[in-house]
């Protein structure tokens, strides 16, 4: 070691303490951020569907296709509530004189198909998008065509068949039927409160302005061609008495609830088939690790300035 730093330049040392101030300060940021999730997701109770409260919540309950309509995964095939899915390129590249085989991205797709949690007689929406999914269904195989031709794999390939393909398939999926823990902002929308009978009101009088012909059959009653005041006071009116019943029958139909990205900075939108305490513990050793790497990076920092 000594003889490494007798050869090694001023210049060389600065630039070895600068990485590793800057690995200090990347790790205390994992640290703090990993324990800060920790904390979060300790902190929040599990709530049940039926009287989940509006806000940050965690609900606990088992995945189910809308309606009936089902999401495949674009190169499995496979029925799933949220895929991610990746092709990758194997490429020959030469790095100081030595040839090197890397796989290069060449497709990456991530679900926003929103999927039921149903807890009981209660259910609401999930909106995966911008969640971090952590599931526990994975696939990978190989193949020489950039799409995959086989399809509706139960079973990820050996990496034996890696050293013959030109392509590399993968995908991680959420399954139907699983029992997911979601921490995100529950809402409840109810379509009676999304729209006033006044905007209602002036949604059918645009609607009717934009077909000026049948605007006019309608309510041009001394027939000369245009709408007077009276006439369109008149058009006002039957538009008020419309918009009247459409949002009495808004009234009727269900609220409808969605769990989606939360709304607050820094609390994390998660999908897991992994319980709260797995989450915690998750979050935790990434917490150790950071902060064993930030005390690593110090004390290496501390060895370099001594040496200058």
């Not at 319980?275 to 998750?282: G, M, T, V």
């Amino acid at each position: 070691m000594d003889s490494l730093l007798s050869e090694m330049s001023r210049e060389d040392l600065t630039f070895a303490a600068a990485c590793c101030v800057l690995v200090a300060i990347i790790s205390l940021y994992l640290l703090i951020h990993n324990w800060k999730r920790k904390g979060i997701i300790e902190d929040t109770p599990t709530a049940k569907l039926r009287s989940a409260h509006q806000g940050y919540v965690e609900l606990v309950g088992k995945g189910q296709f809308i309606d009936d309509q089902i999401i495949y995964a674009p190169l499995s095939n496979h029925p799933c509530l949220w895929y991610r899915s990746q092709i990758q390129q194997k490429e020959s590249v030469v790095d100081s004189d030595r040839e090197e085989t890397r796989w290069r991205i060449v497709y990456n797709n991530i679900s926003d198909h929103r999927f039921k949690l149903v807890d009981g007689d209660s259910s609401c929406y999930v909106d995966p998008t911008h969640a971090e999914v952590n599931g526990n269904e994975h696939l990978t195989w190989y193949g020489n065509t950039e799409w995959p031709t086989k399809t509706l794999l139960l079973e990820s390939q050996s990496s034996f068949h890696e050293l013959s393909s030109k392509y590399r398939y993968s995908e991680s999926l959420i399954l139907p039927g699983q029992v997911l823990f979601i921490l995100g902002q529950f809402t409840t929308f109810s379509a009676i409160t999304q729209q006033s009978e006044r905007a209602i009101m002036i949604n059918l009088l645009n609607e009717w302005k934009e077909d000026q012909t049948a605007l006019k059959q309608r309510f041009d009653s001394n027939q000369d061609g245009t709408i007077d005041q009276q006439e369109w006071e008149v058009a006002r009116q039957q538009a008020h008495n419309e918009a009247e019943q459409i949002h009495q029958q808004l009234a009727l139909e269900p609220d409808v609830n969605i769990i989606a990205k939360a709304v607050k900075s820094g609390y994390p939108f998660i999908i897991s088939v992994y319980p709260q305490s797995q989450l915690a513990k998750k979050y935790q050793r990434y917490a150790l690790i950071a902060i064993i790497v930030f005390l690593l990076s110090i004390g290496s920092l501390a060895w370099l300035l001594h040496q200058f």
